[in-house]
């Protein structure tokens, strides 16, 4: 009998890849108390009806769920789309998943604007792809004519975030069709198009048969743990992802709750309104603190420069963490140790957030250890 183990059949990459870090997650489940500002979040929970739609659904978990045509009739006229533009998914992850095993295999680049959503990136490499990172401009400005550069015959894939997370910024028309125009399969998450007032590029796809457009309904609309995603693209493209996709991999719950989120609009833009506003209170707060430089943004997030305080990232971090705030720095996402990322919550956090980061960048800070310990 052989002592071979089974990992020595796995595919070159996979078993070296570094797996999702989940611990800023598990550890803030595990601390309710504590203000969770560090994963762009909703603060706002669910509405009525989607609890109602949900809780009906629990009853009928003994069936398998549908397709999700009538939540894919409702996204698509949300978008401005047919309805064979629209694919749904276990979150956004699931579509830019199955749209990366489409498009990247052994050998195959993927161009990706940095720093953005790291997701772009580690897919790409578990998929034998080799990422091609084509860095902003010193103001964060989007680098078109470095894209356009970057594009190899070995380019099967260019991936776009807007608005842009981590810095917050969208980008233009004009500056995506340059970008089109190159003729590659081009990937835009618009995971946050709905916490601000960016352009949506979904409309776009009847025009460019090489343009992808992926959203979610777990930051605005507040679903985040339901896991509901979608992508818009041409139809022999969404076919062919269909394909490929896990059957059944959306909950019925998931579903219901989201097919009634959709159709309640007017709650979607009292969403908008109130993480726009409360957006715009934390910037121009920030703005008046010394030594720090947020950065204008149109999702649920500002970015902050921290560098000129003297302190790191983790220890801004882990200032804010021992007076019960959770952010985020920003080295995971390509960024120096000089960056952190704080979500738009509720009034009541993003007041006491700008008391606990005041005293963090100040020079005596605050009393380190009377919050939980840190992951």
């Known amino acids: 009998?052989?002592?071979?183990?089974?990992?020595?059949?796995?595919?070159?990459?996979?078993?070296?890849?570094?797996?999702?870090?989940?611990?800023?997650?598990d550890f803030a489940w595990q601390h309710p108390e504590l203000d969770r500002l560090m994963s762009n979040e909703c603060p706002l929970p669910p509405t009525p009806s989607v609890l109602a739609a949900?809780?009906?659904?629990?009853?009928?978990?003994n069936l398998y769920p549908n397709s999700g045509q009538d939540l894919r009739e409702a996204l698509a006229e949300f978008c401005d789309v047919r309805m064979d533009n629209v694919i749904l998914g276990n979150g956004s992850t699931e579509v830019l998943d199955v749209a990366t095993r489409a498009l990247i295999g052994p050998g195959d680049e993927a161009v990706i604007s940095v720093p953005t959503y790291a997701f772009f990136e580690t897919q790409t490499r578990l998929h034998g792809g080799t990422p091609v990172l084509v860095p902003m401009l010193d103001d964060f400005q989007f680098d078109v004519t470095g894209i356009l550069a970057a594009i190899t015959p070995r380019t099967k894939a260019i991936f776009l975030c807007s608005p842009n997370n981590p810095t917050g910024n969208s980008w233009l028309p004009p500056q995506l069709e340059?970008?089109?125009?190159?003729?590659?399969?081009?990937?835009?998450?618009?995971?946050?198009?709905?916490?601000?007032?960016?352009?949506?590029?979904?409309?776009m796809v009847l025009r460019h048969r090489n343009l992808l457009v992926t959203r979610t309904m777990s930051k605005a609309f507040g679903l985040a743990a339901l896991r509901l995603g979608?992508?818009?693209?041409?139809?022999?493209?969404?076919?062919?992802?269909?394909?490929?996709?896990?059957?059944?991999?959306?909950?019925?719950?998931?579903?219901?709750?989201?097919?009634?989120?959709?159709?309640?609009?007017?709650e979607l833009e009292t969403r908008t309104a109130f993480i726009s506003a409360e957006r715009r209170?934390?910037?121009?707060?920030?703005?008046e603190m010394p030594n720090v430089h947020p950065f204008e943004s149109e999702g649920n997030f500002i970015l902050v420069d921290i560098r000129r305080t003297g302190r790191t990232a983790g220890e801004i971090v882990e200032l804010v963490r021992a007076e019960n705030v959770l952010v985020r720095a920003m080295t995971a996402h390509g960024l120096r140790d000089a960056y952190v990322r704080v979500t738009i919550g509720l009034p009541e956090q993003n007041d006491r957030f700008l008391a606990v980061f005041r005293r963090a960048i100040s020079t005596t800070g605050v009393v380190a250890g009377s919050g939980p310990a840190s992951p």
Do not use: W
Not at 7 to 14: A, K, L, T
Not at 281 to 287: K, Q, V, W
């Open 1 to 25: 009998m052989s002592n071979q183990g089974i990992e020595s059949f796995i595919r070159p990459g996979i078993a070296t890849a570094a797996p999702y870090d989940a611990k800023h997650h």
């Open 54 to 61: 949900a809780h009906e659904a629990l009853s009928q978990t």
């Open 178 to 203: 340059r970008v089109l125009a190159a003729g590659i399969p081009t990937i835009v998450d618009q995971a946050y198009l709905e916490c601000g007032q960016s352009p949506s590029f979904a409309p």
């Open 230 to 266: 979608y992508m818009i693209g041409d139809p022999p493209i969404i076919d062919a992802l269909h394909r490929l996709r896990i059957p059944f991999s959306i909950s019925l719950i998931a579903l219901r709750a989201g097919l009634a989120a959709v159709r309640n609009l007017d």
């Open 281 to 287: 209170r934390l910037f121009h707060a920030l703005l």
